[in-house]
């Protein structure tokens, strides 16, 4: 199994309607792509939170290749509708894992 993760760090003056809509919008996009079979998404703690919290949120796909066919074929536009809809309000990094 692999996990796609992206942990990202968003202002608080965008952090409760940013949150709705990765929830309600951003999250049902990817995984309609048919790429991952589920997800979940978690608040780190215990992290500096002066510019606003942190969140990760984990992609579960079942092979590489369906990962890599998100990241060829879904990626660019959905991250695109994030960069229009939030700007420079957010910090993102992605990282690729496997289940062991």
Sequence with gaps: MIIYNVTMKVTWP????WLAWYKEE?????MQTGCF??????QLL?????????????????TKEDYEKYISEFAPAIR????DKWGDQFIAF???MRLV
């Excluded at 965008?14 to 309607?17: S, T, V």
């Design 14 to 17: 965008i952090h409760e309607q």
């Design 46 to 62: 215990e992290t500096d939170e002066m510019d606003g919290p942190t969140y990760a949120i984990q992609y579960y796909a079942d």
């Design 26 to 30: 951003h999250i049902p996009d990817v």
């Design 80 to 83: 695109q509708q994030l960069v």
């Design 94 to 96: 992605r990282t690729l």
């Design 37 to 42: 079979t589920k997800y979940q998404m978690v």
